[in-house]
């Protein structure tokens, strides 16, 4: 998965541009890589939203956290915990609204904190789209009375 806010406003951005001047590049001539791009303007701009979407689960914005939604939820106990590498990190807040605490990144254990958060998020979404897909072929064998399909 792709999740990166920064970068998928940069590819949203980019589609949409494709997206408005469609008439007119469309009558053109375009190189290999623009054509295979414009042909799938529609589905890299979901791309970009949904990577937009992901990016702020993941709290990275040009892979570098951002304080979106307030400040952590963590503070230092005592001055010997200035760096982020040292533990004695206590709550002093409420639990960040959404996605992923600033404070995980540059921690000891971020990677495989990451690693695990990522993997498993991809697995749900993984799911959770096939079952979309089995719900709508479902209604659309329905809909055009293909009782085989839906058997």
Not at 69 to 84: E, K, L, N
Not at 88 to 95: E, F, H
Request: aromatic share 16%; net charge positive; charged share 15%.
């Amino acid at each position: 998965m792709f999740g990166d806010w920064g970068h998928g406003i940069c590819l949203l951005l980019a589609t949409l541009y494709l997206i408005i001047r469609e008439k007119k590049l469309s009558s053109q001539k375009l190189g290999d890589i623009m054509e295979m791009a414009f042909s799938g303007r529609y589905v890299i701009m979901m791309m970009g939203i949904f990577s937009i979407y992901t990016g702020l689960i993941y709290n990275e914005f040009f892979s570098v956290p951002f304080e979106l939604f307030g400040p952590s939820a963590y503070g230092c106990r005592d001055q010997s915990c200035r760096d982020a590498y040292t533990a004695g990190l206590v709550k002093v807040r409420a639990t960040y609204p959404f996605g992923l605490d600033p404070k995980w990144h540059g921690s000891r254990s971020e990677l495989p904190f990451l690693n695990s958060m990522k993997m498993k998020m991809s697995i749900l979404f993984g799911v959770a789209q096939m079952n979309l897909g089995i719900i709508m072929s479902y209604f659309n064998a329905k809909f055009f009375g293909d009782n085989i399909n839906i058997w």
